[in-house]
């Protein structure tokens, strides 16, 4: 993760397209100014960012099915539970699952594992328009060779 | 990757547009803004026509999706103008009116035509003309 830089997701470990299934990988640092509000001497990685790391995958997820044509936007975010506390350094397992394909939305199923360890799920929305200009559509090209979005499916956009 | 809707405003995306107070909403010109259910303008209607259960699926589901009295919720309402749902409420109803009938509702495309000036919200939004979409989109699947 590069908190700083709201990068939450360091690289697709596992994306199929056809099953609509993407898992990721997301190693929380072992420093961070966030930690000093949250909490002091107790650090914990805040909630928000948990659901984050679910969009982005989710996100990435979108982007690869529809051939980085468009971009995904959260939307909603629904049944969130966070069942475990996440400290710094630990590398955490994210999941989505593609469930429901609308016209200019979609639904995912998504989950934070780490060891298989249930650390928390939530149901998101996510609103799919197409690139609001060429600058952002080039960045997110670059952010998805940063997290290895394979090749062929950026190529196709 | 995936960010808040509140930083679309400059998008020049036919689907959504945003309104003076930041909120998203449709893109439709005519914005109903939030806060405050209206009621349905045309409650006091005095000839019910019989009811499809088409229109009874999808009352129900924006009673329960958008909490709104299930009584107020007539075929001559307007989702938008006398509901006063909004495009995210709107989004609920529509995920679980593709799953109820197995259908996926043209939203894009309805707005696009309503921005265009090809179609009238109306033509979409009144709950009886929603519900002959429906029926539509579901004798199409099965053709």
């Known amino acids: 993760m590069r908190l700083e830089y709201f990068q939450l997701i360091d690289r697709i470990v596992d994306l199929k397209i056809a099953d609509r299934k993407i898992s990721t ?12 509000g ?3 001497g107790f650090p914990l990685m805040p909630g928000v960012l948990l659901i984050e790391a679910m969009a982005q995958t ?3 997820l979108i982007v690869a ?4 044509a468009r971009m995904a936007f959260l939307a909603a975010v629904k049944d969130a539970k966070f069942r475990m506390f996440v400290t710094p350094g630990q590398k955490l397992s994210v999941k ?3 469930t429901h394909e609308g016209s200019g939305y979609a639904i995912t199923d998504a989950s934070i594992t780490l ?5 928390c799920d939530a149901t998101l929305t996510l609103r799919i328009l197409d690139f609001p200009n060429d600058e952002m559509k ?3 090209r670059e952010a998805a060779a940063r997290v290895g979005f394979p090749a062929e499916v950026s190529a196709n956009g | 990757m995936a960010v808040t809707i509140e930083l679309v405003p400059t998008l020049r995306y036919t689907g959504i547009q945003s309104l003076a107070d930041g909120s998203a909403d449709w893109g439709l010109l005519r914005a109903s ?9 045309n409650s006091k209607s005095t000839r019910e026509l019989p009811m499809s259960s088409t229109f009874e699926t999808i009352a129900n589901i924006i009673a329960e999706t958008c909490d709104i009295p299930r009584d107020s919720i007539k075929p001559e309402s307007h989702a938008i103008n006398d509901l006063g749902i909004d495009s995210l409420d709107f989004l609920d109803i529509a995920f679980a009116i593709d799953k109820a009938f197995g259908i996926k509702l043209p939203l894009e495309q309805w707005t696009q035509e309503v921005n265009d000036g090809k179609a009238t919200t109306d033509q979409y939004f009144v709950l009886k003309n929603l519900s002959a979409r429906i029926d539509e989109l579901v004798a199409a699947k099965g053709a």
């Open chain 1, 25 to 36: 990988e997301a190693t929380v640092p072992g420093t961070s100014t966030i930690f000093e």
């Open chain 1, 38 to 40: 949250h909490f002091p």
């Open chain 1, 58 to 60: 989710s996100g990435w």
């Open chain 1, 65 to 68: 099915s529809n051939g980085f």
């Open chain 1, 96 to 98: 989505a699952a593609l």
């Open chain 1, 115 to 119: 060891d298989d360890k249930s650390i």
């Open chain 1, 138 to 140: 080039l960045r997110m």
């Open chain 2, 33 to 41: 803004k939030r806060g405050g259910r209206l009621l349905a303008k």
